[in-house]
């Protein structure tokens, strides 16, 4: 593709034969298994192999970055979908959560070089986790696995 004779690249989103590993939270799990779901479906509708793709559990999304990290050094992995789901409380621990996983997954991303999909939702109520765990505001998994699809086909074009 070109815009205006200058050449533009893209990904594209088709996933057949890339491998993917989903990392989840289980706090929160009524709400993170529908974000596994939502993902383990866009990646196979998008040609993903059910074979290729694994899913690990976490205790909770201050520990999905970890995780993130331990499946990308395996080098097994095209890319990597991190999802947790974050509900305000009454305490602040929810603030140093959230900034923990967001700088978390940010960094073993740039750090590896494997595209890591942000998928953690960050809640001020559970009705927000309702909308976007499969209802009116979509799914985060889903999402997530659209963007690490786009991302590892936007690698291979850049290399
Ligand atoms: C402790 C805690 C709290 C209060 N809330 C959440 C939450 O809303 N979502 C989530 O994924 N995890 C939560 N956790 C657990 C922490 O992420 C972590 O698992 C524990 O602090 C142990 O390190």
């Known amino acids: 593709m070109t815009i205006d004779g200058v050449k533009v690249v893209e990904g594209l989103f088709q996933a057949q034969g890339k491998r993917f590993g989903i990392v989840a939270s289980r706090w929160n799990g009524f709400f993170a298994d529908r974000l596994v779901e939502g ?31 331990k499946l990308a050094e395996t080098k097994k992995f095209d890319a990597i979908i991190s999802l947790g789901v974050l509900i305000r ?35 001020d109520s559970l009705e ?27 690698y291979d074009a850049i290399e």
């Not at 990646?43 to 995780?67: N, Q, T, W, Y």
């Not at 929810?94 to 809640?123: N, Q």
């Open 89 to 123: 409380g009454a305490t602040p621990h929810f603030d140093h959560i959230s900034a923990e996983a967001t700088k978390g997954i940010a960094s073993v991303s740039m750090d590896s070089g494997i595209p890591v999909a942000f998928g953690v939702l960050t809640c």
């Open 128 to 154: 927000q986790a309702i909308e976007r765990s499969g209802s009116k505001a979509g799914n985060k998994g889903v999402e997530a696995a659209m963007a690490a699809i786009e991302m590892v086909s936007l």
């Open 39 to 69: 993902a383990i479906d866009a990646l196979v509708r998008h040609g993903a192999s059910r074979d290729d793709i694994s899913v690990v559990k976490c205790p909770g999304s201050f520990e999905v970055p970890m995780v993130t990290k």
